[in-house]
């Protein structure tokens, strides 16, 4: 295993110390657990939004900590769901008394381990909700899941929700606009090779030479199949069409793009997978509003990628551009 860290036991440790070294202005962490938060916790008259899971998708979660998203992240082991406890902890950081939304991807883990640190806060008085993200299109069940996935499309959740509650608006309200992407966001994504978990010191998969896999998870849950690679341009036409088979777009309709890679996928592959999904969409004659090419939700050294459409209203699209400042993603 060629990993350039310290100690497989301290990784999580110290890539916490080395984000809050990196971005001062941004985020602080908690004395007592693996929770980043806004410096400026808790801000009066806002609804908090609280996210995270197990590390290694980085920049998800803590690089969305800061105005117009996240107000704290959760940091677990890596591909682990972080503790009830840890959770607790962040609600706590962040509640100003106007409530708080957790916003949880779908596995069984952090769904679990979410919502008995949702009842432990509202047992305390804390007003929180809670939304689970299930975008990922490609498997139904998986080996982590009841249901489908979430993935790359949690972003948007964090960036919308996020806008909404900067604007002051209560926690049902948030919750609603929380609800309306995760009803309109879809994803599906593909490898070409695997990752390592530090701790187990070895490949979680193994692909041939010429395989890819189609619906790969990001903590390389199976997908759907695997085949011989195939170009980019094919590739993209099979993943678009299990998105648009699920997610209705009529001629005229507006959308968000993302092309997200999931971390040893160079950006001129990430572009050229770009080119071919703007041509699909302007065939049907669907506009896109906004396009994300980058690594927003990545799976340690894993090759690959993952493209997350979300359909656009009024509403979505004027909180998709509204301010945001954090590390890894800033609207102007």
């Known amino acids: 295993m060629k990993k350039i860290i310290n100690d497989a036991n301290l990784v999580l440790e110290d890539m916490l110390k080395g984000m809050v070294a990196a971005h001062p202005e941004y985020i602080k962490k908690l004395e007592n657990a693996d929770v980043l938060v806004r410096v400026d916790s808790p801000i ?3 609804v908090a939004l609280v ?3 197990g590390s290694g998708h980085e920049p998800a979660h803590g690089g969305y900590v800061g105005k117009g998203m996240l107000d704290a992240a959760v940091a677990g082991a890596v591909f682990t769901s972080p ?23 779908n596995y069984t883990g952090d769904v ?16 929180v909700k809670a939304v689970v993200v299930n975008d990922d299109v490609a498997v139904e069940n998986s080996t982590y899941t009841a249901g489908r996935r979430g993935i790359a499309g949690t972003i948007f959740i964090h960036k919308i929700a996020g806008a909404k509650a900067e604007t002051g608006a209560s926690l049902e309200e948030v919750t609603r ?4 992407v995760i009803s309109n966001v879809r994803s599906m994504g593909m490898a070409i090779s695997s990752c390592i978990v530090p701790a187990a010191g070895k490949p ?3 692909l041939g030479e010429n ?11 199976p997908g759907t199949h695997r085949e011989e690679i195939k170009t980019a341009d094919e590739i993209t036409e099979h993943l678009m069409s299990k998105i648009l088979e699920d997610i209705k777009l009529s001629s005229g309709e507006e959308v968000a793009v993302m092309v997200n890679g999931l971390s040893s996928t160079p950006l001129m592959e990430l572009y050229i997978v770009n080119k071919k999904v703007n041509e699909i969409l302007e065939e049907k004659g669907v506009k896109i509003h906004k396009t994300f090419v980058g690594e927003f939700m990545t799976s340690l050294e894993m090759a690959g990628f993952s493209i997350t459409v979300l359909k656009l209203d009024s ?10 400042n954090t590390p890894a993603f800033k609207v102007i």
């Open 315 to 324: 509403e979505l699209k004027e909180l998709l551009d509204a301010p945001a």
């Open 83 to 105: 503790t009830p406890d840890q959770v607790y902890e962040a609600i706590k950081a962040v509640d100003s008394g106007k409530g708080v939304l957790l916003v949880i991807k």
């Open 112 to 127: 679990m381990n979410f919502e008995m640190a949702k009842d432990m806060a509202e047992m305390e008085g804390i007003n």
């Open 51 to 53: 996210s995270g899971g």
């Open 204 to 206: 979680n998969f193994t």
């Open 177 to 180: 606009v929380a609800e309306k």
């Open 211 to 221: 395989e890819m896999e189609i619906g790969m998870g990001i903590h390389g849950e």
């Open 44 to 46: 009066d008259g806002k």
